[in-house]
């Protein structure tokens, strides 16, 4: 069963593309017709690429990694940040870093630099210090927060990036495919399809249009997340049971162990 369906995505406007003089030629195979000098989106194919999507990061949720959303554009900030965050992903929505992924080492050591400001902050080693220098710390630590804050978790590279308006996005697309990073992406008719690696073709302009297809993506990553945990309560449950075995036969061992050496004993005592 699809994840999602053409009305609910025809309601949305997601078929809305770009003016057709905008468009990029290497997108026509997911376009249905012009409309008044406007583009429209075959809603059809879209489905079909939102339940491939949605399928590949499911895997990726149940295997136990991390899928990093990136939409720094205005419309669609708020609600990435919503749908990432209710499957406790780490995202991007004010300013692409410059080497997130290919320089991440100096990423992770800014995100550092902001969880020993709040370490010295909390056990008073900054009491000490002039309002003027606590203030200038404060200012940091708010703006590493606001770049940084949403990927604090992220302990090491994330095994695929969602994308909106790979157009914007294109440094993050060129750094993911630098690294062999699969990249999934809902792509408008001005933009290049190429690079990425799971094409959802939609508006990616309009707020309703990408909540959408975040809906029904994300809900397959939870899905992935619950048969991950699934999975480890029944190995846990297999461990202990085996365990339970092994303790019954240990002891069943040395039960015959002990009958063996009365039955020695006996024997001796007898001649």
Known sequence: MSRTNFETLLEAGCHFGHLKRKWNPAMAPYIFMERNGIHIIDLHKTVAKIDDAAE?????????KKILFVATKKQAKQVVAEKAASV?????????????????????????????????????????????EILQISRQRAKLEKNLGSIADLTRLPSA????????????????????IPVFAIVDTNSNPDNVDYVIPAN???????????????????????????????????????????????KARVEKTEEAEESVEASTEEA
Request: overall charge positive.
């Open 56 to 64: 590949a990061l499911k895997q990726i949720a149940k295997s136990g």
């Open 88 to 132: 406790n992903m780490p995202y991007v929505i004010e300013r692409w870093p410059g080497g997130m992924l290919t320089n991440f080492p100096t990423i992770r050591k800014a995100v550092k630099k902001m969880a020993n400001i709040d370490k010295l902050t909390a056990d008073g080693t900054y009491s000490n210090l002039s309002k003027r």
């Open 161 to 180: 990036l969602f994308i909106v308006d790979v157009l914007k996005e294109q440094i993050a697309v060129r750094e993911a495919n630098r690294l062999g």
């Open 204 to 250: 990616d302009d309009a707020n309703k249009s990408v909540e959408v297809i975040l809906e029904a993506c994300c809900a397959a990553i939870a899905e992935g997340l619950e048969e991950r945990k699934a999975e480890k309560v029944d190995a846990e449950a297999a461990g202990e049971g085996e365990g339970k075995n092994r303790k019954r036969s240990a």
